[in-house]
């Protein structure tokens, strides 16, 4: 089974709007991170925002949010007010346990286009 | 800048060639990790090292070989180069810990023909 899903190749979104990029995720541990990282045309990978399993309130970076759902198992990422500038493909991530011998486990991404 | 810096940033191989990716990080981590990206794939783990010293294997290690040199570098070996291995590969590095994230290189766009 995949440790992430992100379930939408493509999400497009007009300037100013406000978007929801979903991920759900798989896990036994109760103690993982949950990222989520940007990739804009250029491609370098850009880390945006981390939610911790234990954190009692959503993580909120800027005009960034995690919509964290820790019974359904999801960590949505929220975008508000979207600039023509966040057009990128979006990767959720996770990480199990506190070791710091963990990885991060990659979903397949979405794709987002602002457009004017 | 501070960061992690690989190297080639491009590279066309012939089938059965080899090449070694070159992957440098100065922030003092203690963790190095090699991922490739391919269409509708997402990033995929080919072979991390956790702390100098050891490395293990990932999601995708066939084909590849890597080395911890010291703290700093982290190489990745393909001893000999197939199509399959045609790919973005990227580098990252972190520290030790839950809470946070890898520094990304800016990756290596790898041609096999």
């Known amino acids: 089974a995949q440790k992430i899903t992100q379930t939408q190749p493509g999400m497009f979104v007009q300037e100013k709007e406000a978007v929801t990029l979903d991920c759900t995720y798989d896990?036994?541990?109760?103690?993982?991170?949950l990222f989520w990282y940007k990739q804009p045309s250029s491609g370098e990978m850009i880390f945006l925002i981390y939610q911790g399993s234990y954190d009692q309130q959503n993580a909120t970076e800027g005009r960034y949010s995690l919509n964290f759902q820790k019974a359904r198992k999801s960590a949505n990422l929220v975008i508000s007010a979207s600039q023509l500038g966040d057009s990128a493909m979006y990767f959720c991530a996770m990480r199990e346990g506190y070791s710091g011998y963990s990885t991060l486990t990659f979903g397949k991404g979405t794709m987002l286009l602002v457009s004017p | 800048n501070a960061g992690v810096t690989q190297t080639p940033k491009f590279q066309v191989l012939k089938t059965g060639q080899s090449m070694t990716l070159q992957c440098a990080q100065d922030m003092n981590h203690n963790s190095m990790y090699w991922y490739r990206q391919d269409p509708g794939m997402g990033l995929r783990l080919i072979y991390y090292s956790a702390s100098e010293g050891t490395t293990d294997k990932g999601e995708v290690p066939n084909g590849y070989n890597v080395s911890r040199l010291n703290k700093r570098e982290f190489s990745l070996r393909l001893e000999s180069a197939a199509p399959s291995q045609t790919s973005v590969y990227f580098c990252a590095s972190s520290p030790a810990g839950q809470g946070v994230g890898y520094t990304f290189g800016s990756g290596t766009r790898l041609t096999v023909v």
């Open positions: 896990t036994s541990d109760p103690s993982y991170g």
